[in-house]
């Protein structure tokens, strides 16, 4: 795997880690460019296995790990196109992520989600998809989807249920309320919690420690423990497309779109 | 219970070390979104910061209208 430096995205191999790093100011929104250098990313993951042991996926952004779908591109491309054509849009999109999302949670390298402050939507499917979330004490977690009228579309509904008890995931998806690290310790989805812009230094240290275990089993055990729930995930998409399609979500897009505040749905 | 005179003086000095404000230029009734001159990232900051401090959990919906300490206060007291 070569290094690679985008404007949304670098990575590179060090001591046997494959390091993700993601830049895109204000706080690293998928659209369309995180898009296309995740999908490179998702081009040469599979390459590594021979090179590296683990992935660790982190922000440069002092903001936070990653504030989702980048909503003001979603609302402004939706509003070129006639309603089917934008639904159409919408499911083209969310099948590509999916496929570069899957490509990471299959992946047989052993990945850890380093996240520090917002970890919301989008940003919080990104690091469910990894085998273990380390998180900074000040990293908080929100689905807000609800707000907009719609759901999760990235993959977190399945994966929300892969990891958590049923009460939790209801109480995230039906309230939308945002999490401290704390709590999604106490309830078994953050590995650790670190202080202050250690998470980093402890996601390292961590996937040195992983590199000392034989690769075959590691791998072996992981494909065991962790089913991806590709029927689950499929039906999210389906859902989402039809959500999309009503009249809440474009004046929930409006709303947000025309805003000047950085999350200006909350609380 | 910490007495809620308590909970309002742990806000206001909680706030003026984060933000770095002169703690006499903080009042319990002003709006702090103001005062601070933060936006609604920060907000979420300080609420993180107050959940660790008084060791509480704070639906951010709870906050909903609240621009004041003293108000934000009164919500904190609830879940002590």
């Known amino acids: 795997m070569e290094p690679f430096r985008g404007q949304a995205l670098s990575w590179e191999i060090k001591d046997g880690v494959v390091e993700l790093a993601l830049h895109r100011a204000p706080c690293n929104e998928i659209g369309s460019l995180t898009l296309d250098e995740l999908e490179q990313f998702a081009a040469v993951l599979d390459g590594s296995n021979d090179e590296a042991h683990a992935l660790i996926i982190y922000s440069k952004i002092k903001a936070g790990f990653c504030a989702g779908a980048d909503l003001r591109e979603l609302f402004q491309r939706s509003q070129e196109l006639e309603l089917r054509e934008a639904v159409k849009g919408v499911r083209d999109y969310l099948e590509r992520i999916h496929r570069v999302l899957n490509a990471i949670d299959a992946s047989p390298l052993t990945t850890i989600a380093t996240v520090h402050g917002v970890t919301f939507g989008g940003g919080f499917e990104l690091a469910l998809v990894c085998d273990l979330i380390i998180a900074d004490k000040m990293a908080r977690f929100c689905f807000p989807e609800l707000r907009l009228g719609l759901i999760p579309g990235f993959g977190g509904i399945p994966r929300l249920k892969r990891d958590l008890g049923n009460a939790v995931v209801r109480d995230l998806l039906l309230t939308g309320r945002s999490f401290n690290a704390t709590k999604l310790q106490q309830v078994g989805l953050v590995s650790q919690v670190v202080a202050e812009g250690e998470a980093l230094r402890v996601a390292r240290a961590t996937a040195a420690q992983l590199g000392k275990f034989d690769r075959r089993t590691s791998v072996a055990a992981k494909k065991f423990i962790k089913p991806i729930p590709y029927e689950e995930l499929g039906r999210e998409i389906d859902i989402f497309c039809e959500l999309f399609a009503q009249p809440a979500v474009e004046s929930g897009l409006r709303r947000f779109a025309e805003s000047e505040d950085a999350q200006p749905y909350l609380p | ?80």
Do not use: C
């Open chain 2, 1 to 80: 219970m910490k007495p809620s005179e308590q909970t309002l003086e742990d806000i206001l000095n909680l706030a003026a070390v984060h933000f770095k404000v002169p703690r006499e230029k903080l009042t319990p009734d002003e709006d702090f979104f103001k005062t601070l001159g933060i936006d609604s990232l920060q907000a979420l900051d300080l609420l993180t910061r107050l959940e660790h401090h008084f060791r509480i959990e704070l639906p951010d919906y709870e906050l909903q209208g609240v621009s004041d300490f003293r108000t934000l206060a009164d919500r904190i007291q609830t879940r002590l």
